[in-house]
């Protein structure tokens, strides 16, 4: 077995010593974060899910679906639409932070990561190239791909 410390959760759960170390507090302080941020992030798709079942409830029963509610609806999902790809940024800092709880090793460099020059605070150019980058709308897309 080797000396040297570990680096990763699941490298530091393989020795003797893991309940006398901090890792069972690091493990238990990433658990507790998920569940806070989990709840947030629900509330897009309830946003959406919530009149879809409504509407749908309504025409399996016959009778028709109010016009509110899908004002509601379309106006629900255009903003879950418009917000998730904001949202995805600092959501993937945080995650980024929460993964340094459990795992010290370095994260890998992403691909595109600093290929562009910087283009200066203000310039459409930067809002054009961080609105068209796949890390931005990967996350919402998965999330509607699951949600279907």
């Keep these: ?17 893991y309940p006398l170390t901090g890792w069972p507090w690091r493990a238990l302080a990433y658990l507790l974060t998920s569940v806070p941020l989990a709840g947030v992030l629900s509330l897009g798709p309830l946003v959406v899910l919530a009149p879809l079942f409504a509407a749908t409830s309504a025409a399996r029963q ?8 899908t004002v509601f609806l379309t106006v629900g999902a255009l903003t879950v639409l418009a917000l998730a790809p904001l949202l995805a940024v ?6 980024r932070y929460r ?34 980058s796949s890390a931005l709308w ?3 897309c998965t999330g509607c791909s699951f949600c279907s």
């Design 1 to 17: 077995m080797t000396t040297a410390a570990p680096t990763h959760l699941a490298q530091a759960m393989r020795r003797r010593r």
């Design 62 to 69: 016959g009778r028709p679906v109010s016009l509110p509610l």
């Design 90 to 95: 600092p959501v993937a800092a945080f995650e």
């Design 99 to 132: 993964l340094g709880l459990v795992d010290d090793r370095p994260l890998p460099r992403r691909p595109g990561a600093g290929s562009s020059p910087a283009t200066p605070r203000g310039r459409p150019g930067g809002r054009r190239r961080t609105c068209s």
């Design 138 to 140: 990967c996350p919402p």
